[in-house]
């Protein structure tokens, strides 16, 4: 039995997600744009983030695990590099 996103990705589709992806961070977008300017909430801000998560893992699913893996420890290890530099 595959898990919840795997689910996700076979009864809606590859492409319909990528498509409900980019409405997420849409979302999110605007959540923390809105806040800044009062007109959203933090828990506007974290419903949106767990929408964009929630799509991220299943992005990562259809894209490669294991090469996003790759991907964020590189950025951490950049993120350290420019902490260390300030
Ligand atoms: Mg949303």
Redesign the pocket.
């Known amino acids: 039995m595959s898990g919840i996103y795997e689910q996700a990705i076979e009864k809606f589709g590859i492409e319909s997600q990528m498509k409900k992806t980019v409405?997420?961070l849409t979302?999110?977008s605007l959540a923390i744009q809105h806040y800044s300017q009062e007109k959203s909430s933090s828990n506007n801000i974290c419903?949106?983030l767990a929408?964009v998560w929630i799509m991220g893992q299943q992005m990562a699913k259809i894209f490669g695990e294991d090469r996003v893996e790759e991907w964020k420890l590189k950025k951490i290890e950049r993120l350290k590099r420019l902490v260390a530099e300030l």
Do not use: R, T
């Open positions: 409405e997420e979302e999110l419903e949106e929408d």
